[in-house]
């Protein structure tokens, strides 16, 4: 999602999402409220960041700023989680491939996603479900030992 789509779905679930001018980090959230950081160069990345900030409100309990504890990471890691499937679901890794997207590059700029997020993303995905996993039925991403995508072939 871009970041005035992800503005948008912001909005609709009551979050206050405001650029203001923060002195660490990119991001906070606080219940419903949501600070990105003003002077964050590309839209991509404040979509980086509205992102996991929503995740953050979505799966995260209590102040985890410092990532010091096993909980602390943990929590960090579901919000991550949550922006992944949310910038980049797995069907659009799918559409990426249909439209012959070869590289983190060329689905960055076919998803008007970071290349960051990409990456994470694939990285995160790749933890999860270790060597590949089914989409839909129709499809199997294939994340070990690289990136590919197989449609099954259907018998009539």
């Given at each position: 999602?871009?970041?005035?789509?992800?503005?948008?779905?912001?909005?609709?679930?009551?979050?206050?999402?405001?650029?203001?001018?923060?002195?660490?980090?990119?991001?906070?959230?606080?219940?419903?409220?949501?600070?990105?950081?003003?002077?964050?160069?590309?839209?991509?990345?404040?979509?980086?960041?509205?992102?996991?900030?929503?995740g953050h409100y979505h799966t995260t309990v209590g102040r985890i700023i410092e990532q010091d504890s096993v909980t602390a990471r943990k929590q960090e890691r579901e919000?991550?989680?949550?922006?992944?499937?949310?910038?980049?679901?797995?069907?659009?890794?799918?559409?990426?491939?249909?439209?012959?997207?070869?590289?983190?590059?060329?689905?960055?700029?076919?998803?008007?996603?970071?290349?960051?997020?990409?990456?994470?993303?694939?990285?995160?995905?790749?933890?999860?479900?270790?060597?590949?996993?089914?989409?839909?039925?129709?499809?199997?991403?294939?994340?070990?030992?690289?990136?590919?995508?197989?449609?099954?072939?259907?018998?009539?």
């Amino acid at each position: 999602m871009t970041y005035d789509e992800l503005l948008i779905a912001a909005d609709e679930e009551g979050l206050i999402v405001k650029e203001v001018p923060l002195h660490s980090g990119d991001g906070r959230c606080r219940g419903r409220r949501i600070a990105i950081r003003q002077d964050i160069p590309t839209l991509k990345k404040k979509a980086d960041v509205l992102a996991e900030e929503m995740g953050h409100y979505h799966t995260t309990v209590g102040r985890i700023i410092e990532q010091d504890s096993v909980t602390a990471r943990k929590q960090e890691r579901e919000a991550r989680l949550w922006a992944y499937k949310v910038q980049l679901p797995l069907l659009d890794i799918v559409r990426a491939y249909q439209a012959h997207c070869s590289n983190v590059v060329e689905m960055s700029e076919y998803l008007n996603i970071s290349e960051d997020t990409i990456q994470d993303a694939l990285d995160l995905y790749r933890q999860k479900y270790g060597r590949g996993t089914s989409v839909l039925g129709d499809y199997y991403i294939q994340f070990e030992p690289y990136l590919d995508v197989f449609e099954y072939y259907k018998i009539n």
